[in-house]
């Protein structure tokens, strides 16, 4: 094996495993309120949304839900995509290559998707607690960063 390839295959395995260890950390020290679930208690208890506001954001939920499960689907079968990549490849070559820029279109899907479902709860908001429901998405977003 050329000097080259190998130190592909070490970063492609170092990569996995780094991978492992952030779901591993996740599952074993994760907060047990995730910010997002703060987010979600905040809109449902906090705002005193009225009985429109509710029935609006209700609708926006069961469509964003039905989108979710279609990416995380999709990432599921992009990480499928790049075992077959890598075992067929055994390095960096240009099968993984492709299935990980594919992978990271479909989480940045995600992450607009969820940018836009968020834009349009705030959207049926009052500005009071659009106040709120902003200091909650920040405060969700830089959870980690504390």
């Known amino acids: 094996m050329?000097?080259?390839?190998?130190l592909a295959l070490i970063v492609?395995?170092?990569?996995?495993?780094?991978?492992?260890?952030?779901?591993?950390?996740?599952?074993?020290?994760g907060s047990a309120h995730p910010p997002e679930n703060?987010?979600?208690?905040?809109?449902?208890?906090?705002?005193?949304?009225?009985?429109?506001q509710a029935a609006q954001i209700e609708i926006l939920e069961k469509r964003f839900a039905i989108r979710k499960r279609a990416l995380?689907?999709?990432?599921?079968?992009?990480n499928a995509r790049l075992a077959d990549a890598i075992e067929a490849e055994h390095g960096y070559g240009p099968r993984v290559a492709a299935t990980i820029d594919h992978s990271h279109?479909?989480?940045?899907?995600?992450?607009?998707?969820?940018l836009e479902h968020i834009f349009a709860m705030r959207q049926i908001l009052k500005p009071d607690q659009?106040?709120?429901?902003?200091?909650?998405v920040v405060k969700a977003l830089t959870a980690d960063a504390r």
Do not use: S
């Open 105 to 114: 279109g479909t989480m940045g899907g995600l992450q607009k998707e969820t």
């Open 2 to 6: 050329t000097g080259w390839r190998r």
């Open 38 to 52: 703060e987010l979600h208690a905040l809109l449902h208890d906090g705002l005193n949304l009225d009985a429109g």
């Open 12 to 29: 492609v395995f170092a990569f996995l495993a780094a991978l492992g260890g952030v779901f591993v950390g996740r599952a074993l020290f």
């Open 72 to 78: 995380e689907l999709e990432l599921r079968a992009d």
């Open 130 to 136: 659009a106040a709120k429901f902003d200091k909650a």
